[in-house]
């Protein structure tokens, strides 16, 4: 028996937020984003559900060699653009288009001997500090890369680092719009938070949203709004089992460093989930888990393969009883049950997009219908 843990990748979430992205942003393309290999989901298993999409965006070329190999002909974005000179002839050879941000990134190209002009998408740094050209470089990119026979069309492009908080976008905006108000070319600014909160304004309409974290299910601006209000369905669900149960008394310690000491008796529950499978291993007692549907938290410390919960609110529960981690619980008295990954991050002090990404290698994904 291999351990009962599993995460399941839900096709019919991924396709139903995909299309609450299109809805945000009505009269813009949409990217999917799928770097680190489709946000932990892994892109063959999201692929299916996510070929509505107008092209897919990621870093890694391998990445976009495999979703050419899963014969995706459309667009397909390198959100960091080459790494170094030979990666235009696989851009070339895959038709890839790619971020140019900086100055080297353009004398590659002017070097590079390629009979197919490529598309490019030329980055703003407009406060980020991560990657592009600052907004008084922008111009002088623009039209070195406009020389060039190697490129055939130019895009524009920025990323907002507030989109998700108080600060929100206006003061990126004001930056890009001054910076290329002249320009020609097709625009792409916002992320998921753009896109939910901001892509409707006329100013911020492109041609291009880049939506990644809402296309997995989890909202880019917890806690202050969760999947709920915005629509959203998780798109993976982690779950295991209890392998074993403990009657404690008042006193009795849990787990290593006894970090939890019971204060009268109770159940817990021992399930086949630790940090060794991608569950942080910060989240604290009171962590929220289901258990066969019903809602309690986890106590004492994560140990590699293992975790436990009070299983006070479910005295019906034993060995083989499913845990659900985040995602879908089995229905309860007939009605769905949910944990929402930005829940458990939340306790753990960190968020959805970690969670997901980290689901180690060793627990087996299953696409889901
Ligand atoms: C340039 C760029 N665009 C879009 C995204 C997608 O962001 P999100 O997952 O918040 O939608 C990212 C992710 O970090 C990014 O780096």
Known sequence: MPRPIEALIHQDALAHNLARARAAAPDARVWAVVKADAYGHGIERAFPALRAADGFALLDLAEAQRLRALDWRGP?????????????????????WHVVHCNEQVDWLAAHKTQAPQRVFLKMNSGMNRLGFRPDAFRAAWTRLSALSQVDEISLMT????????????????????????????????????TLRHAAAAEVRADWVRAGIM?????????????????????????????????????????????FVAPGPMRIGIVACGYADGYPRHAGTDTPVLVDGVRTGTVGRVSMDMLAVDLTPVPAAAIGSEVTLWGRGPALAGQPTLLSIDDVARAADTIGYELMCAVAARVPRHALE
């Not at 974005?77 to 790494?83: A, N, S, V």
């Not at 629509?231 to 669900?237: I, N, R, V």
């Open 76 to 96: 397909l974005l390198l959100l960091e653009g080459c790494f170094e000179p030979r990666d235009l002839e696989l851009c070339s050879r895959l038709n890839l």
């Open 159 to 194: 990323h907002f680092s507030d989109a998700d908080g108080v600060r929100g976008i206006a003061p990126q905006m004001a930056v890009f719009q001054a910076a290329t108000c002249d320009l020609p070319g097709e625009r792409s600014l916002s992320n998921s938070a753009a």
């Open 215 to 259: 296309t997995y299910g989890s909202a880019p601006d917890f806690p202050s709004n969760d999947i709920r209000h915005w629509g959203l369905q998780p798109a993976m669900t982690l779950r295991s089992k209890l392998i074993a149960t403990q009657q404690l008394q008042a006193g009795d310690s849990v787990g290593y460093g006894s970090r």
